[in-house]
């Protein structure tokens, strides 16, 4: 689990906007390091079920973001990108 001080560095970062905190790009950001850690506790938990569910929805939903994203505003899609080191 994310703590509170790493989320709003977080959102701080990847804000849109002063007050941006549901943005797609501030929810890709925020998803991407929760995927980490969870792929974290899975390298050490391997039978841990429940959490590789959780990771394979938060990695789909993660996916449809991106998608939206490029189709809607493609320079920010490719910033982001870069920015969180997801594709080549």
């Known amino acids: 689990m994310i703590d509170q001080k790493k989320k709003q560095d977080i959102i701080k970062k990847h804000a849109v906007s002063k007050n941006d905190v549901g943005s797609i790009q501030t929810q890709v950001a925020v998803l991407t390091e929760?995927?980490?850690?969870?792929?974290?506790?899975?390298?050490n938990n391997k039978k841990d079920n429940h959490a590789r569910r959780g990771l394979l929805q938060?990695?789909?939903?993660?996916?449809?973001?991106?998608?939206?994203?490029k189709?809607?505003?493609?320079?920010?899609?490719?910033?982001?990108?870069?920015?969180l080191g997801l594709r080549k």
């Open 58 to 69: 938060m990695v789909g939903q993660r996916k449809r973001f991106l998608a939206h994203l």
């Open 34 to 43: 929760r995927i980490k850690e969870i792929t974290a506790h899975l390298d």
């Open 71 to 83: 189709k809607t505003d493609f320079e920010s899609y490719a910033g982001l990108i870069k920015d």
